[in-house]
């Protein structure tokens, strides 16, 4: 079986692929592995850019571990199974009348693939999805279960990139359910970086998408309303998801792989078509939109006050490059998982992107040079050039996570090429 990410330019071809149903399941291939001397990866929904997943050992699906193994709507709190994806997540808190305080743009992950990469939505006072998480069930490289409830581990199994263990199970904190408001609307670029502070303070969610050779903005601000709901009907929300956003992106896309010339032409009018869009809507249906064209991305985590320098410094590069693909800034509340790439500092995380089978190396190289000139930490699920020489100075608790690892996973059973790069080789090496 031949493994692939949702790009579908990261491949892996398995020793063995096993589906577990249960953490007893996946307890007993730990071990099985652990006597056949093969590495163990967890797939999630494949929503990484990285070589995260990758293994030629044993390969493990949570897919059928997606229950909800109990809720405490009172005490806002669900027990879930790791495999969970984000969608199903948000429709059985719905149920219960909870939500998650934040998301990103997609709702395909599973609930533990998306935290052990730090996996962050927008918003100046809130942190990345790992920070609702209050204990994990996880089994250990020896095959042992063990519920990790607080102290030095949870800090660490927060954000683990999977090099801590198997995890079965977690426990979330969630909030009430809430209804947005979601206003995107053009701008000025200058206008936005000039009231950068204010904007991002001025609204629950604020970020903003900034085109290549184009000096309009797409500003997405969404804010927590009493009014009732108004989902769009199928076939507007067809329009405006699949027909306006993603058939123009993949039409533009297509031109400009074609075409690399025309793309300050077609970025030009693409911004200059951008018109004022509103949506109240259950906030999970705010936040998140279908993702329909293929791209790569590298997104890095910068201090927040070198927002508009970097974003400035990236915009200046991209134009020297055939991208087509706007730059995507948010912001993020410091949080104190030890491998947050928005750990002890507020955060201003830029993405940079290009469409499927358009050069990506060059651009991408050209960004991390910039984010290397004011530290920024790289996104553990997406495109980076780090090495754990370079990353071990940018995490004050890079030794207390190594630490943890030594002890869960002391002969690197959860290892790959991915985590022995940035990670480093297992203490027992
Ligand atoms: C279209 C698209 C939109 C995205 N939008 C955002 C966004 O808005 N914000 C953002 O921050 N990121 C975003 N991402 C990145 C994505 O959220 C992360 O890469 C996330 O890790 C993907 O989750 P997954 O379930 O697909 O995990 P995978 O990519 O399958 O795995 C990610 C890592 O988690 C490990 N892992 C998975 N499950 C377990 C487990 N049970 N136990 C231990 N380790 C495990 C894997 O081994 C791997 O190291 C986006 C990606 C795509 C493709």
């Known amino acids: ?57 044993v390969l493990l699906s949570l897919d059928a571990m997606d229950r909800v193994v109990w809720a405490d709507p009172g005490g806002r709190r669900v027990r879930v199974q790791a495999g969970i994806r984000l969608r199903a997540l948000s429709e059985r808190l719905a149920g219960y009348g909870l939500a998650l305080e934040n998301m990103g743009d997609v709702d395909a992950q599973s609930i533990a693939g998306a935290t052990a990469t730090g996996t ?30 607080g102290g030095e581990a949870l800090l660490a199994a927060r954000v683990s990139v999977g090099a801590l263990g198997v995890i079965t199970e977690l426990t979330l904190r969630c909030v009430p ?18 009231r950068l502070d204010e904007l991002a303070e001025g ?19 969404n804010a927590v309303v009493t009014a009732p709901a108004r989902p769009p009907g199928a076939v507007r929300r067809w329009t405006e998801d699949v027909l306006l956003t993603n058939h123009g992106l993949h039409v533009a896309c297509g031109l400009a792989r074609r075409r690399p010339a025309l793309i300050p032409a077609i970025s030009r009018t693409m911004t200059a078509v951008l018109s004022e869009r509103v949506r109240i809507d259950r906030s999970d249906r705010i936040f998140v939109s279908p993702r329909r064209v293929r791209f790569t991305e590298m997104e890095q985590a910068f201090p927040r006050a070198a927002a508009a320098d970097a974003l400035r410094a990236i915009l200046g590069e991209v134009r020297r490059h055939p991208v087509i693909f706007p730059i995507e800034v948010r912001f993020v509340a410091a949080d104190d998982a030890l491998l947050s790439p928005a750990g002890g500092r507020e955060t201003v995380y830029i993405a940079t992107h290009n469409y499927v089978g358009m050069p990506w190396e ?60 940035v990670l480093g080789a297992p203490a027992a090496r």
């Open 203 to 221: 609204s629950r969610h604020f970020e903003f998408y900034a085109f290549p050779h184009s000096e309009t903005v797409l500003t997405r601000t």
């Open 1 to 57: 079986m031949i493994w692939r990410n949702w790009t579908g330019d990261q491949t892996c071809a398995p020793a063995e692929v096993v589906r577990p149903r249960s953490t007893e399941e996946v307890a007993a291939a730990v071990r099985r592995a652990g006597e056949a001397g093969r590495v163990v990866r967890v797939a999630g929904a494949g929503h990484s850019f990285s070589d995260a997943v990758l293994t030629d050992g």
């Open 120 to 149: 962050h939505g927008s918003g100046v006072e809130l942190r990345n999805l790992s920070a609702a998480i209050e204990a994990v069930q996880l089994v250990a490289g020896d095959g042992s279960v063990r519920e990790l409830d």
């Open 362 to 421: 060059p651009y991408l190289r050209a960004a991390a040079a910039i984010g290397a000139e004011h530290g920024a930490r790289p996104h553990w699920g997406k495109r980076h050039f780090h090495t754990a020489a370079t990353l071990a100075p940018l995490y004050p608790g890079w030794e207390r996570f190594a630490a943890v690892r030594s002890e869960l996973d002391p002969e690197g059973r959860f290892t790959n090429a991915y985590v022995e790069r």
């Open 177 to 194: 359910a809430y209804v947005m408001r979601g206003v995107d609307a053009p701008a000025r670029l200058d206008d936005v970086l000039d």
